[in-house]
């Protein structure tokens, strides 16, 4: 069987609801709502996808997908079953499921509905699955096209960790982006803009969220509203530990004496040696 592959058949005939193809003396069906509207003639030759119908039956369609099992792509986030995985779409009629195995036990890690994941299809016992690359799969085939410093390029996450953020551009350019860097929690699948800011040795691109100078904005707004809900006053300053800031304004200790900074030249803030106020 040519499960996940794209190949030539030949149409033996017609039925009521389809048509009957043939690839190396074996059979298969082809609904005629698959067929891309296209009326077919006994004896021509077609190009076709090998899928597993909603019944698991094996079943032909001529919309010709954009990943198989031995090309990878970007698949479309449909929905999700917690109980299962996400269905994404790869370009047929029929969304393919992405195993609950393959995804973070943490739930709000999960890809939602208009994300993006790099990944391969897969035959799994008699099933047909959308497996994510990993890092070690996607440089194989990475984009050796040079990125510059402040570049702006957008990404899709394929991985999350205490480090950071994993992201692949559609050109397969492989980008990370370290905790420190992110104003939020991020998703697989999620797509965000992201600035070069260095190469690193693994052959990928350590980069920043983009807007740099808006984000001083954005964090001296968390600083300010906090001070505004403790009466004033905060026991943190430019001397305080990193882990601390980070778990109290999630952001990292450079960020938050930027925005200290900031809010000091505006005359907002007073600093002090272990606290700071609110004027």
Do not use: C
């Amino acid at each position: 069987m040519n499960l996940g592959l794209i190949n030539e058949y030949i149409v033996l005939k017609e039925t009521d609801i389809g048509y009957t193809l043939i690839l190396d003396d074996l059979e298969y069906f082809l609904h005629k709502n698959e067929t891309n509207f296209r009326e077919l003639k006994d004896g021509e030759v077609v190009k076709a996808f090998l899928y597993l119908d909603k019944q698991s039956r094996p079943a032909l369609t001529l919309a010709i997908p954009k990943i198989t099992i031995e090309n990878p792509g970007f698949a479309t986030v449909i929905s999700s079953i917690k109980d299962l995985g996400v269905f994404v779409n790869i370009g047929i009629s029929k969304d393919i499921l992405l195993s609950k195995d393959e995804l973070p036990e943490d739930f709000k890690l999960w890809p939602i509905e208009g994300d993006k994941i790099f990944g391969i299809l897969k035959i799994k016992g008699n099933r047909l699955l959308f497996s994510p690359l990993l890092k070690e799969e996607i440089l194989l085939i990475a984009n050796n096209d040079p990125l510059f410093e402040k570049d702006y390029i957008d990404g899709y996450i394929y991985n999350v960790s205490v480090y950071g953020i994993n992201l692949v551009s559609e050109n397969l350019h492989l980008l990370f982006a370290h905790f420190s860097n992110l104003r939020e929690q991020h998703r697989i699948g999620q797509k965000i803009n992201v600035q070069v800011t260095q190469v690193n040795e693994d052959d990928y691109y350590v980069t920043a969220l983009q807007g740099r100078l808006s984000t001083i904005e954005i964090d001296s707004d968390t600083i300010l509203n906090y001070l505004k809900k403790h009466n004033g006053e905060m026991p943190y300053t430019s001397k305080s530990k990193p882990e601390v800031i980070f778990k109290v304004f999630n952001i990292s200790k450079a960020s938050f004496k930027r925005a200290l900074g900031n809010l000091y030249k505006q005359k907002i803030v007073l600093l002090e040696e272990e606290k700071t106020i609110l004027l």
